[in-house]
């Protein structure tokens, strides 16, 4: 039984082009949640996705938008990249009335020069 | 002030010794939970928590509700150990965590 899966691993952009990222939950969750971590700090809430809408969003502009698919699977885009895009995008699933624990994704790394 | 607070930013020990780690918040949870981070990794769950105490292998994990304070005990430290370990909590029926800055454990032989 595969994990949360995020692709890709590592990704260079520069400034002003977009970005999509993706995630495979856990088989048999239902809920992706997205993190942004920068260098050093704790990762950030982006947004949520649950039968196939956003259910809750942090302080993200709206550069930052997504989707999930029929199949669970999730995709974040960003926007007009800024250097301060760069960061460690995480992703994270769960089931949404469950007891256990989210299983996060290794990430994607992405750099915006 | 941040929601969620932890201490010692950083700690470094010698192999064998017993590590805690502490962690406190300001909002009302439904659950905490104790990360592990190594370097250029993702994160891996160690712990979910809602009360009392949890334990699996070296990592022992305690909450106290009341005082809206939890701490993370690694027993015989190992430099394998070495990460960073976070913790994070989730306000409610929502599965959207907010977390600490994290705590980095550089354990020597």
């Known amino acids: 039984d595969a994990g949360v899966t995020q692709s890709p691993t590592h990704l260079i952009k520069t400034r002003g082009q977009q970005v999509t990222l993706r995630c495979s939950p856990k088989?048999?969750?239902?809920?992706v949640s997205w993190y942004q971590q920068a260098l050093g700090q704790g990762p950030q809430f982006i947004f949520q996705?649950?039968?196939?809408?956003?259910?809750q969003r942090g302080n993200f502009p709206d550069r930052f938008s997504g989707h999930q698919f029929p199949n669970y699977s999730s995709e974040l885009n960003v926007n007009a990249l800024l250097l301060g895009d760069s960061a460690l995008y995480l992703c994270a699933s769960s089931l949404l009335r469950g007891e256990e624990t989210q299983y996060f994704g290794p990430g994607t790394r992405l750099l915006v020069l | 002030k941040n929601e969620v607070e932890q201490s010692p930013q950083n700690l470094t020990a010698q192999e064998g010794e017993f590590i805690t780690i502490n962690c406190s918040y300001s909002?009302?949870?439904?659950?905490l939970h104790w990360l592990q981070q190594h370097p250029g990794g993702g994160i891996v769950s160690l712990f979910m928590l809602s009360s009392g105490k949890k334990k699996h292998g070296r990592l022992i994990a305690t909450i106290n509700i009341q005082e809206k304070h939890s701490s993370l005990h690694i027993t015989a430290s190992h430099p394998r150990d070495s990460a960073v370990y976070i913790c994070a909590v989730d306000g409610g029926a929502t599965n959207k965590l907010i977390f600490g800055t994290g705590t980095l454990l550089a354990v020597q032989p």
């Open positions: 088989s048999g969750h239902d809920t």
């Open positions: 909002v009302g949870i439904s659950a």
């Open positions: 996705y649950y039968e196939e809408e956003e259910r």
